[in-house]
């Protein structure tokens, strides 16, 4: 079983920045993919970003430019640094880890992006 624990959202501005982390602990033998996903309110859960074991990124077009993804193996640990916010950013963030073929998930972020 691996745990995922989200931190870093919040409340901020248009034009501001945050930097969310996801700590995966638990009985980890090998983490392969690990990713962002978000939910807005009456919407669908849709991906963010996410990123190989071996650091290949790819991103949802509304984010491409604005979010950088980026992991530490030895802590297992995956980062999502948000730039340029706007309203429609707005959603509670998941992040996910692939581990022998299985998606564990975290209970979620709230990201607000209001001024």
């Known amino acids: 079983q691996v745990h995922l624990v989200e931190s870093g959202g919040g409340l901020v501005q248009p034009g501001g920045s945050l930097r969310l982390s996801c700590a995966a602990s638990?009985?980890?033998?090998?983490?392969?993919?690990m990713g962002w996903y978000r939910q807005a309110p009456g919407k669908q859960r849709e991906l963010v970003a996410a990123?190989?074991?071996?650091?290949?990124?790819d991103y949802a077009d509304s984010v491409k430019g604005r979010f950088t993804i980026s992991r530490d193996n030895a802590k297992n640990t995956v980062y999502l640094l948000m730039n340029s916010l706007k309203p429609e950013d707005t959603a509670v963030y998941y992040c996910?880890?692939?581990?022998?073929?299985?998606?564990?998930w975290g209970q979620g972020t709230q990201v607000t992006v209001s001024s």
């Open positions: 996910t880890a692939d581990q022998d073929d299985y998606d564990y």
């Open positions: 638990g009985t980890i033998f090998s983490i392969d993919d």
């Open positions: 990123i190989t074991k071996g650091g290949s990124t």
